[in-house]
């Protein structure tokens, strides 16, 4: 089985940074497209940015030019930028991967993943 796990998030004033991590174990062979989402109280889960296995990204326009998404394929990881934090961007930041790997059965499958969470708060 594969799994994702974040860090990175915590507290930060308006105008902070933050740097979020995820990392994927297991047996993998392959990792494909890597994302972060988000989901404020009371709201849904929508996609902030978007990694392809060659490095093509695309972001929400309200997180354009304020958040840059990177990967090391060598490590497994998706990282997400955060700048110019604002109390709006205040939410839990999931990870999200779809990741080629070998399951329980010993047969390679293509699977979505999805980490733990890690909370951001923007706030004074």
């Known amino acids: 089985q594969v799994q994702l796990v974040e860090s990175g998030g915590g507290l930060v004033q308006p105008g902070g940074s933050l740097r979020l991590s995820c990392a994927a174990s297991?047996?993998?062979?392959?990792?494909?497209?890597m994302g972060w989402y988000r989901q404020a109280p009371g709201k849904q889960r929508w996609l902030v940015a978007r990694?392809?296995?060659?490095?093509?990204?695309n972001f929400a326009e309200s997180v354009k030019g304020r958040f840059t998404i990177s990967r090391d394929n060598a490590m497994n990881t998706v990282y997400l930028q955060v700048n110019s934090l604002k109390p709006e961007d205040t939410a839990v930041y999931y990870c999200?991967?779809?990741?080629?790997?070998?399951?329980?059965?010993?047969?390679?499958?293509?699977?979505?993943?999805w980490g733990q969470g890690t909370q951001v708060t923007v706030s004074t």
């Open positions: 999200n991967a779809d990741v080629y790997h070998m399951d329980s059965d010993y047969v390679p499958r293509e699977s979505d993943y």
């Open positions: 297991g047996t993998i062979f392959r990792i494909n497209d």
């Open positions: 990694i392809t296995s060659g490095g093509t990204t």
